[in-house]
C-alpha cells in the first residue's frame, strides 16, 4: 500500500525560510508529477509548485522566486524550500503525486508565517 507523508512545517517569522519535506513509501513502479499544494483558511486548494519526473517544475505566481522545488536523495522524495516568507504563504501545505497511475495525498501540514 502507498503512503505520502510530510514532514517539517511549523511556525516562522515574516521573511524567514521553512522547508517541507515528502516521501511516498510502498510499492512504486512508477511516479511522475511530485507536487506541493496548499490550502489557506478559506480558501481553496491551489498548487504551489510541481516538479516532474524529468526534473522541469512549475511554480504559482506567488511562489515564484521564493520557493523551490526538488527531488529528494532518497528514491521517491521531494521538498519545497521555501524563503522570504510571507505572512499570506499561512496554509496547510500537502504533498501530492501521481503513483502507479493512481494520485495520492499526504495528509498535510501546518505551515504559519506570524510575528
Known amino acids: 500500500q502507498v503512503q505520502v507523508e510530510e514532514s517539517g512545517g511549523g511556525l516562522v517569522q515574516p521573511g524567514g525560510s521553512l522547508r517541507l519535506s515528502c516521501a511516498a513509501t510502498?510499492?512504486?513502479?512508477?511516479?511522475?508529477?511530485m507536487s506541493w499544494y496548499r490550502q489557506a483558511p478559506g480558501k481553496e486548494r491551489e498548487l504551489a509548485a510541481l516538479?516532474?519526473?524529468?526534473?522541469?517544475?512549475d511554480y504559482a505566481a506567488s511562489a515564484k522566486g521564493r520557493f523551490t522545488i526538488s527531488r529528494g536523495d532518497i528514491p521517491n522524495s521531494w521538498s519545497l524550500q521555501m524563503d522570504s516568507l510571507k505572512p499570506e504563504d499561512t496554509a496547510v501545505y500537502y504533498c501530492?503525486?501521481?503513483?502507479?497511475?493512481?494520485?495520492?495525498w499526504g495528509q498535510g501540514i501546518q505551515v504559519t508565517v506570524s510575528s
Open positions: 501530492h503525486a501521481w503513483i502507479n497511475s493512481f494520485d495520492y
Open positions: 510502498g510499492t512504486i513502479n512508477s511516479i511522475d508529477l
Open positions: 516538479i516532474r519526473s524529468d526534473g522541469s517544475a
